[in-house]
Structures are given as C-alpha cells and as structure tokens.
C-alpha cells in the first residue's frame, strides 16, 4: 500500500525551498503534491518558480495541475 502523506513531504519541500530556492526537484516535487490536493494556486506558484531553473520539468509539472495545461492531469499516475 502506497503511504500517501502529503501534508509531511509539503513540509519537507516547503523547507528545502526555503534553504535552496533553485533546487528544481523540491519545486517540482512540491508542484506535484499541491497538484494532487487540488491546490491549483499553489502548484501554479511552484511551476512559475521551477520554469526558469528547470524547463522541461516545468512542462512536465504543468500536465499534472488540474486545468493548466495539456496532460494527463491524472493525480492516480504521478510518476517521476
């Protein structure tokens, strides 16, 4: 069974972020929680932020927030 604890890896990227403000995958990673709890302001904050470090991970986030985009925006079939 796959532990879906979002609320602690939020934290955990929330403080990477802080201490790392161009570490692309903690962007990314974050985009990708907010994403899967429907937080399209938030994943949309995280892709504007990971877009000038990471461009292509930005695109491939921007699939996954519900109504930004062109992808699957499947939150069941997140994959890295």
Same mark, same amino acid.
């Given at each position: 069974r796959l532990l879906?604890?979002?609320n602690n890896a939020a934290t955990y990227y929330r @403080?990477?972020?802080q201490i790392a403000p161009?570490? !692309?995958d903690a962007h990314?990673?974050?985009g990708l929680i907010y994403a899967v709890q429907n937080n399209r302001p938030a994943a949309m904050k995280e892709y504007? @932020?990971?877009r000038p470090l990471d461009a292509e991970k !930005?695109?491939?986030l921007?699939?996954?927030i519900p109504g930004a985009g062109s992808g699957?925006?499947?939150k069941n079939s997140i994959k890295n």
């Open positions: 879906k604890d979002y @403080a990477v972020v161009r570490n !692309a990314y990673y974050l504007e @932020a990971l !930005a695109q491939k921007l699939g996954y699957s925006g499947d």
